[in-house]
Protein backbone atom coordinates (compact mmCIF):
# COMPACT_ATOMS: atom_id res chain seq x y z
CA UNK A 1 0.00 0.00 0.00
CA UNK A 2 1.17 3.60 -1.04
CA UNK A 3 2.17 5.85 1.86
CA UNK A 4 0.01 8.59 2.30
CA UNK A 5 1.76 12.26 1.67
CA UNK A 6 1.80 14.67 4.98
CA UNK A 7 -0.70 16.65 3.01
CA UNK A 8 -3.04 14.24 2.66
CA UNK A 9 -2.67 13.34 6.24
CA UNK A 10 -3.29 17.22 6.91
CA UNK A 11 -6.05 17.48 5.23
CA UNK A 12 -7.95 14.62 6.53
CA UNK A 13 -7.82 15.45 9.88
CA UNK A 14 -9.24 18.84 8.94
CA UNK A 15 -12.18 16.96 6.84
CA UNK A 16 -12.30 14.50 10.29
CA UNK A 17 -12.65 18.15 12.24
CA UNK A 18 -15.65 18.87 9.89
CA UNK A 19 -17.33 15.62 10.13
CA UNK A 20 -17.05 15.56 13.76
CA UNK A 21 -18.71 18.84 14.03
CA UNK A 22 -21.27 18.16 11.33
CA UNK A 23 -22.45 14.84 13.19
CA UNK A 24 -23.06 17.30 16.56
CA UNK A 25 -25.12 19.80 14.73
CA UNK A 26 -28.99 20.14 15.49
CA UNK A 27 -30.96 17.91 12.55
CA UNK A 28 -34.73 18.22 11.71
CA UNK A 29 -36.60 15.93 13.47
CA UNK A 30 -38.50 12.78 12.62
CA UNK A 31 -42.30 13.23 12.27
CA UNK A 32 -41.69 10.16 14.78
CA UNK A 33 -39.75 12.29 17.27
CA UNK A 34 -41.80 15.26 16.66
CA UNK A 35 -44.96 13.71 17.27
CA UNK A 36 -44.23 12.60 20.84
CA UNK A 37 -45.01 14.97 23.11
CA UNK A 38 -48.15 16.07 22.27
CA UNK A 39 -51.07 14.64 24.17
CA UNK A 40 -53.83 15.69 20.78
CA UNK A 41 -52.13 14.94 16.83
CA UNK A 42 -54.25 15.72 14.56
CA UNK A 43 -54.66 17.14 11.30
CA UNK A 44 -56.92 19.67 10.03
CA UNK A 45 -57.68 22.56 7.44
CA UNK A 46 -56.86 26.20 8.07
CA UNK A 47 -60.99 27.96 8.29
CA UNK A 48 -59.03 31.20 8.46
CA UNK A 49 -55.90 32.89 9.72
CA UNK A 50 -56.90 36.19 11.35
CA UNK A 51 -57.22 36.89 14.79
CA UNK A 52 -56.03 35.95 18.16
CA UNK A 53 -57.32 32.36 17.23
CA UNK A 54 -56.81 30.49 14.07
CA UNK A 55 -60.11 28.04 13.72
CA UNK A 56 -59.09 24.72 11.89
CA UNK A 57 -61.61 21.80 10.94
CA UNK A 58 -60.78 18.65 12.07
CA UNK A 59 -59.75 15.96 9.50
CA UNK A 60 -58.43 13.09 10.93
CA UNK A 61 -57.18 12.43 14.91
CA UNK A 62 -54.36 10.48 15.30
CA UNK A 63 -54.29 10.86 19.70
CA UNK A 64 -56.04 12.66 21.90
CA UNK A 65 -60.29 13.47 22.49
CA UNK A 66 -61.55 15.28 19.29
CA UNK A 67 -64.10 14.06 16.81
CA UNK A 68 -63.15 14.57 12.89
CA UNK A 69 -65.23 17.55 11.72
CA UNK A 70 -65.32 19.16 14.83
CA UNK A 71 -63.87 22.80 14.33
CA UNK A 72 -61.32 24.00 17.51
CA UNK A 73 -59.76 27.66 17.74
CA UNK A 74 -55.68 26.94 17.48
CA UNK A 75 -53.77 30.03 19.34
CA UNK A 76 -51.74 31.02 16.87
CA UNK A 77 -50.66 34.69 18.35
CA UNK A 78 -49.63 32.67 21.57
CA UNK A 79 -47.18 30.97 19.68
CA UNK A 80 -45.60 33.32 17.77
CA UNK A 81 -45.29 36.05 21.08
CA UNK A 82 -43.49 33.66 22.64
CA UNK A 83 -41.31 31.98 19.77
CA UNK A 84 -36.91 32.34 20.36
CA UNK A 85 -35.50 34.93 18.23
CA UNK A 86 -33.75 32.63 15.56
CA UNK A 87 -37.42 31.36 15.03
CA UNK A 88 -39.21 32.45 11.67
CA UNK A 89 -42.67 33.39 12.80
CA UNK A 90 -45.61 30.89 12.07
CA UNK A 91 -48.10 32.06 9.36
CA UNK A 92 -50.71 28.97 7.94
CA UNK A 93 -52.27 29.43 4.56
CA UNK A 94 -56.33 29.44 4.84
CA UNK A 95 -57.30 26.18 3.14
CA UNK A 96 -54.34 23.59 3.65
CA UNK A 97 -53.97 21.02 5.82
CA UNK A 98 -51.60 21.09 8.35
CA UNK A 99 -50.61 18.30 11.19
CA UNK A 100 -50.81 20.07 14.64
CA UNK A 101 -49.56 19.06 17.79
CA UNK A 102 -52.20 19.96 20.44
CA UNK A 103 -53.05 20.74 24.57
CA UNK A 104 -56.27 22.25 25.50
CA UNK A 105 -55.93 25.66 26.62
CA UNK A 106 -58.09 26.62 29.71
CA UNK A 107 -61.39 27.06 29.16
CA UNK A 108 -63.35 30.38 28.92
CA UNK A 109 -66.81 31.04 30.12
CA UNK A 110 -69.67 30.65 27.53
CA UNK A 111 -67.51 29.64 25.16
CA UNK A 112 -68.67 27.20 22.85
CA UNK A 113 -65.64 26.27 20.66
CA UNK A 114 -62.76 23.99 21.76
CA UNK A 115 -59.33 26.23 22.45
CA UNK A 116 -56.08 24.58 21.92
CA UNK A 117 -52.10 25.77 22.13
CA UNK A 118 -49.37 24.60 20.39
CA UNK A 119 -47.13 21.92 21.55
CA UNK A 120 -43.90 22.95 20.46
CA UNK A 121 -44.98 26.50 19.88
CA UNK A 122 -43.94 27.59 16.32
CA UNK A 123 -42.54 24.26 15.47
CA UNK A 124 -45.65 22.50 16.52
CA UNK A 125 -47.25 22.44 12.98
CA UNK A 126 -46.31 21.02 9.77
CA UNK A 127 -47.97 21.27 6.16
CA UNK A 128 -49.20 18.09 4.86
CA UNK A 129 -47.65 17.94 1.49
CA UNK A 130 -49.94 18.05 -1.38
CA UNK A 131 -47.89 14.82 -2.94
CA UNK A 132 -47.48 12.55 -1.08
CA UNK A 133 -50.37 13.38 1.32
CA UNK A 134 -51.70 10.07 1.82
CA UNK A 135 -48.10 8.35 2.75
CA UNK A 136 -47.18 11.57 5.33
CA UNK A 137 -50.64 11.07 6.69
CA UNK A 138 -50.34 7.34 7.10
CA UNK A 139 -47.15 7.71 9.06
CA UNK A 140 -48.47 9.50 11.19
CA UNK A 141 -51.04 6.87 12.02
CA UNK A 142 -48.92 4.45 12.29
CA UNK A 143 -46.33 6.48 14.44
CA UNK A 144 -49.23 7.60 16.89
CA UNK A 145 -50.27 3.79 16.91
CA UNK A 146 -46.65 2.89 17.89
CA UNK A 147 -45.86 5.06 20.77
CA UNK A 148 -49.07 4.11 22.67
CA UNK A 149 -47.08 1.02 22.61
CA UNK A 150 -46.14 -0.12 26.51
CA UNK A 151 -44.11 -3.45 25.25
CA UNK A 152 -40.44 -2.60 24.47
CA UNK A 153 -39.89 -6.24 23.11
CA UNK A 154 -43.31 -5.48 20.66
CA UNK A 155 -42.20 -1.57 20.09
CA UNK A 156 -38.84 -2.86 18.32
CA UNK A 157 -40.76 -5.94 16.52
CA UNK A 158 -43.18 -3.29 15.30
CA UNK A 159 -40.05 -1.01 14.13
CA UNK A 160 -38.48 -4.00 12.64
CA UNK A 161 -41.47 -4.86 10.84
CA UNK A 162 -41.72 -0.90 9.22
CA UNK A 163 -38.31 -2.09 7.33
CA UNK A 164 -40.72 -4.30 4.85
CA UNK A 165 -42.93 -1.22 4.27
CA UNK A 166 -43.26 1.02 0.73
CA UNK A 167 -44.09 4.47 2.68
CA UNK A 168 -40.76 6.23 3.01
CA UNK A 169 -41.45 8.24 5.82
CA UNK A 170 -41.89 4.84 7.60
CA UNK A 171 -38.77 2.99 6.41
CA UNK A 172 -36.60 6.49 7.39
CA UNK A 173 -37.88 6.32 10.77
CA UNK A 174 -37.72 2.59 11.35
CA UNK A 175 -34.13 3.01 10.68
CA UNK A 176 -33.07 5.88 12.30
CA UNK A 177 -34.27 4.57 15.57
CA UNK A 178 -31.94 1.22 15.22
CA UNK A 179 -29.28 3.28 14.13
CA UNK A 180 -29.86 5.81 17.03
CA UNK A 181 -30.51 3.06 19.72
CA UNK A 182 -27.72 0.45 18.30
CA UNK A 183 -30.26 -1.93 18.23
CA UNK A 184 -29.11 -3.95 15.06
CA UNK A 185 -28.82 -8.00 15.18
CA UNK A 186 -27.97 -10.26 12.71
CA UNK A 187 -31.92 -11.34 12.26
CA UNK A 188 -32.26 -7.58 11.14
CA UNK A 189 -30.35 -8.06 7.87
CA UNK A 190 -32.75 -9.95 6.56
CA UNK A 191 -35.02 -7.24 6.48
CA UNK A 192 -32.29 -4.34 5.93
CA UNK A 193 -30.68 -6.03 3.13
CA UNK A 194 -32.90 -5.88 0.30
CA UNK A 195 -33.09 -1.98 1.13
CA UNK A 196 -29.72 -1.53 -0.12
CA UNK A 197 -31.21 -1.30 -3.33
CA UNK A 198 -33.82 0.82 -2.81
CA UNK A 199 -34.78 3.83 -5.23
CA UNK A 200 -34.53 6.84 -2.85
CA UNK A 201 -30.32 7.59 -1.94
CA UNK A 202 -30.91 8.78 1.50
CA UNK A 203 -32.84 4.92 2.03
CA UNK A 204 -29.88 3.58 0.93
CA UNK A 205 -27.49 5.14 2.78
CA UNK A 206 -29.24 4.41 6.33
CA UNK A 207 -29.33 0.87 5.37
CA UNK A 208 -25.68 0.76 4.78
CA UNK A 209 -24.81 2.49 7.95
CA UNK A 210 -27.09 -0.49 9.39
CA UNK A 211 -25.77 -3.20 7.31
CA UNK A 212 -22.34 -2.20 8.42
CA UNK A 213 -23.01 -2.43 11.59
CA UNK A 214 -24.24 -6.04 11.83
CA UNK A 215 -21.29 -7.28 9.55
CA UNK A 216 -19.14 -5.43 12.11
CA UNK A 217 -20.49 -6.59 15.17
CA UNK A 218 -21.44 -10.01 14.83
CA UNK A 219 -19.85 -13.25 14.23
CA UNK A 220 -20.27 -14.23 10.33
CA UNK A 221 -21.83 -17.33 10.84
CA UNK A 222 -25.41 -15.84 12.65
CA UNK A 223 -25.14 -13.62 9.60
CA UNK A 224 -26.91 -14.71 6.54
CA UNK A 225 -24.94 -14.44 3.68
CA UNK A 226 -22.43 -11.94 4.65
CA UNK A 227 -19.86 -12.64 1.58
CA UNK A 228 -23.01 -11.53 -0.49
CA UNK A 229 -23.76 -8.74 1.30
CA UNK A 230 -19.93 -7.40 1.76
CA UNK A 231 -19.87 -7.90 -2.47
CA UNK A 232 -23.44 -5.95 -2.70
CA UNK A 233 -21.91 -3.00 -0.39
CA UNK A 234 -18.84 -3.11 -2.40
CA UNK A 235 -20.35 -2.75 -5.46
CA UNK A 236 -22.49 0.06 -4.16
CA UNK A 237 -18.69 1.65 -2.81
CA UNK A 238 -17.79 1.54 -6.45
CA UNK A 239 -21.11 2.29 -8.72
CA UNK A 240 -23.89 3.85 -6.89
CA UNK A 241 -24.92 7.27 -8.47
CA UNK A 242 -25.21 9.06 -4.95
CA UNK A 243 -22.23 10.58 -3.68
CA UNK A 244 -23.49 10.06 0.25
CA UNK A 245 -24.58 6.42 -0.92
CA UNK A 246 -20.97 5.99 -2.06
CA UNK A 247 -19.22 6.83 1.44
CA UNK A 248 -21.62 5.32 3.80
CA UNK A 249 -20.61 2.07 1.37
CA UNK A 250 -17.08 3.22 1.38
CA UNK A 251 -17.50 3.31 5.61
CA UNK A 252 -19.75 0.45 5.96
CA UNK A 253 -16.55 -2.04 4.95
CA UNK A 254 -14.39 -0.47 7.66
CA UNK A 255 -14.68 -3.45 10.08
CA UNK A 256 -13.67 -5.85 7.69
CA UNK A 257 -10.41 -7.34 8.15
CA UNK A 258 -10.00 -8.86 4.80
CA UNK A 259 -6.63 -6.98 2.81
CA UNK A 260 -9.20 -6.88 -0.29
CA UNK A 261 -10.82 -4.34 1.52
CA UNK A 262 -7.79 -2.07 1.61
CA UNK A 263 -7.27 -2.38 -2.58
CA UNK A 264 -11.43 -1.40 -2.65
CA UNK A 265 -10.44 1.57 -0.92
CA UNK A 266 -7.16 2.35 -2.64
CA UNK A 267 -9.13 1.77 -5.86
CA UNK A 268 -12.15 4.64 -4.78
CA UNK A 269 -9.46 7.02 -3.35
CA UNK A 270 -7.57 7.29 -6.44
CA UNK A 271 -10.99 6.89 -9.15
CA UNK A 272 -14.23 8.14 -7.70
CA UNK A 273 -15.08 11.56 -9.01
CA UNK A 274 -16.71 13.59 -6.31
CA UNK A 275 -13.62 14.54 -3.97
CA UNK A 276 -15.79 13.33 -0.66
CA UNK A 277 -15.78 10.31 -1.34
CA UNK A 278 -12.09 10.08 -2.38
CA UNK A 279 -10.95 11.41 1.13
CA UNK A 280 -13.52 9.46 2.94
CA UNK A 281 -11.34 6.35 1.04
CA UNK A 282 -7.93 7.73 1.81
CA UNK A 283 -9.02 8.24 5.23
CA UNK A 284 -9.95 4.78 6.17
CA UNK A 285 -6.93 3.72 4.76
CA UNK A 286 -5.35 5.88 6.92
CA UNK A 287 -6.93 4.51 9.81
CA UNK A 288 -6.26 1.19 8.85
CA UNK A 289 -2.38 2.09 8.57
CA UNK A 290 -2.32 3.39 11.75
CA UNK A 291 -4.18 0.30 13.23
CA UNK A 292 -1.59 -1.74 11.74
CA UNK A 293 1.27 0.22 12.76
CA UNK A 294 0.31 0.13 16.80
CA UNK A 295 -0.52 -4.04 16.46
CA UNK A 296 3.11 -3.94 15.38
CA UNK A 297 4.48 -2.17 18.24
CA UNK A 298 2.39 -4.60 20.43
CA UNK A 299 -0.01 -1.82 21.86
CA UNK A 300 -3.08 -2.99 20.41
CA UNK A 301 -4.54 -6.50 21.49
Not at 120 to 135: I, L, Q
Not at 211 to 223: H, S
Request: with cysteine; glycine share 6%; aromatic share 6%.
Amino acid sequence: MRARPLAVTAVLTGVGLCAAIAANAPSDMTLYDWMYPAPVVLSGRVLDEAGKLTDVQVEEVFRGEVEPGAIVAVNIKKANRYREDFQSRMDLDEGKTYLFLLEPASPKDRDSIMRYELVRGVSGTREVPAEGASAYLDAARQFAQLQSINSDELHWHTLGRMLEERNPYLLLTALDEFLKFRRESPELALRARPLLQHPRPEIREKALDLCGRILTGFPRDEIADPAGMEMEIIGLARRDTSPEVRIAATHALKGLADASVEEVWEEISLDDPDQRVRYAAERLLYERELEFGERSDGNLH
